[in-house]
């Protein structure tokens, strides 16, 4: 494998350079082309390194995608275990293929190419063929490939069938009092029975759903507007499950060890796919309308609603909760951003107390207070260094408050 790495290299770094022959004897070390109704032919080590080795190219922009990489999403061999070689882990393998394929210059056989193997994966029906599919969509959803428009529309109306259910957006965010009226009513309960109905598999595939379709929102090509209220609203039902999902401690859920460290994992997941999903939606709308300016607000009092909770989580020192945290904060500064600083009073007024709350969970003992008191100190200098120049009498204002009651903070401590 090192060997064809190296001429990869050189075909890329001198794509002048005279290897036709090298690249058709890559070529004819891939597996034959096998049409879809046919039973696949089981591929070597050496048919996949190759593969590997032609994708590589392609970033490059050395040529065309190659005719055995074209053949081996058309067929849709990778769905079949009779294809692999025996002991071949296929998950590594296409988590480093896929990246490679949506990485390439666009071209009409490649995008075809994709969309058709993408469409062949959602829609595995046979049980021996569902692992080797959500391997296949995983890879996908880790970069997702830019598809030509006539390719993205069938992509997208399958897509859509992940989100039943979204016609209607969710409830605002809560006020004051609403999370404390339904612990004392019951509501842990019926919020952990609400969640461990969630199938994991739903789950899974609505993450990928989520990350496929992002590229889809806006540009040439996008969705139409009304497709994309209705991601919209699959993606902030999502995260607005995040506040009772979140408040659940580990002795109230019934499922316990690795069975509820994958839902855990696994909720999160999808709800850090849905706030991209929601930046990149709000994004894309018309910037004068009041109906934008409305849905930028409930978006900004969403993502800081669920900052909150993330903070207060018994769950918020595992790797997702702190990914999870940093894409809201992240959603937040491009939000905060994307208007000119008409979101700034909107956003300093919980900003002090979402501050607060991570800094008085962050451990001070310890070499590093935690990457939720980094994300949230890095996002508050990002605010106050773009609102220095918007409103510097709001921003001043903000930094004197938030300075006081540290102070008094202090005071208190001590005294104590």
Request: neutral net charge; proline residues 7%.
């Amino acid at each position: 494998m090192e060997a064809l790495n190296e001429l990869c290299d050189l075909v890329a770094a001198h794509p002048d350079l005279l290897l036709a022959d090298k690249l058709t004897w890559l070529s004819s070390r891939c597996a034959p082309p096998a049409s879809p109704s046919s039973a696949p032919q089981r591929a070597t080590r050496a048919h996949l390194h190759s593969l590997l080795a032609l994708a590589r190219l392609l970033p490059a922009g050395a040529g065309p995608p190659a005719a055995p990489l074209l053949a081996f999403l058309a067929s849709r061999a990778f769905l079949s275990p009779a294809f692999w070689p025996q002991s071949f882990a296929p998950a590594p393998f296409l988590a480093k293929l896929l990246p490679l394929l949506a990485a390439a210059p666009a071209s009409p056989a490649l995008s075809s190419a994709l969309s058709a193997a993408l469409l062949a994966a959602l829609d595995a029906a046979d049980p021996a063929s569902a692992p080797l599919a959500r391997a296949f969509l995983s890879a996908a959803a880790a970069k997702p490939p830019q598809l030509l428009p006539a390719d993205t529309a069938p992509v997208a109306q399958r897509l859509f069938l992940e989100f039943p259910g979204s016609d209607e957006a969710p409830p605002r965010a809560k006020g004051k009092g609403e999370d404390a009226a339904g612990q004392e009513n019951g509501g842990i309960k019926e919020a952990v029975q609400k969640f461990e109905g969630e199938a994991i598999e739903a789950l899974e595939r609505k993450e990928v759903a989520f990350r496929l379709i992002v590229q889809m929102l806006g540009g040439e090509g996008g969705l139409e507007a009304d497709k994309v209220a209705k991601v919209r609203n699959a993606a902030a039902w999502q995260v607005r499950s995040l506040t009772d999902f979140l408040k659940i401690r580990k002795r109230d859920w019934k499922e316990q060890g690795a069975q509820l460290r994958v839902r855990i994992n696994t909720k999160l997941s999808c709800c850090q796919a849905a706030v991209v999903v929601l930046v990149r939606s709000v994004s894309v709308l018309d910037a004068d309308s009041k109906a934008s300016k409305d849905m930028l607000q409930q978006t900004l009092a969403w993502f800081i609603e669920a900052t909150k909770s993330c903070i207060l989580s018994s769950w918020r020192k595992l790797k997702i909760c702190e990914e999870l945290f940093c894409t809201l904060l992240n959603g937040i500064s491009q939000i905060t951003v994307s208007r000119g600083g008409q979101l700034l009073p909107v956003l300093l007024i919980p900003l002090k107390p979402l501050v607060v709350s991570t800094c008085s969970q962050a451990d001070m003992t310890g070499c590093s207070p935690g990457a939720l008191f980094e994300a949230v100190v890095k996002l508050s200098c990002e605010i106050i260094e773009f609102g220095w120049t918007k409103d510097r009498a709001l921003v001043d204002t903000f930094i004197m408050r938030l300075a006081a009651y540290v102070r008094e903070r202090n005071d208190y401590e001590e005294e104590v």
